[in-house]
């Protein structure tokens, strides 16, 4: 049996950036929705609310968008 190092090493490494990736996106969200509730109890105006709304659930899709390809990479 024979292992392909570098076959190996792309795998890992892809899959490293790509982790890396989504729980970034997602912790974005998070700190999003965060700011949203901050904003709203100091007071701030529907504009920056309806950003920090729009920009986490953006990243909050993405994260699904990913994770729904994943699953489609396995299956197919």
């Known amino acids: 049996m024979k292992i392909d190092w570098a076959a ?3 795998v890992f490494g ?3 950036v790509v982790t890396v990736a989504l729980v970034g996106l997602f912790t974005l969200g998070i700190i999003g929705l ?3 509730a901050a904003t709203a ?3 701030g105006s529907g504009g920056s609310l309806a950003l920090a ?3 986490a659930y ?3 899709g993405l994260c699904a ?3 729904t390809y ?4 396995i299956v197919a």
């Open 14 to 16: 892809v899959s490293l």
């Open 65 to 67: 968008a990913a994770v």
């Open 41 to 43: 109890s100091a007071g």
């Open 70 to 73: 994943g699953i489609y990479l």
């Open 8 to 10: 190996l090493a792309s």
């Open 53 to 55: 709304r729009t920009g």
């Open 58 to 60: 953006l990243c909050f």
């Open 34 to 36: 965060s700011k949203q």
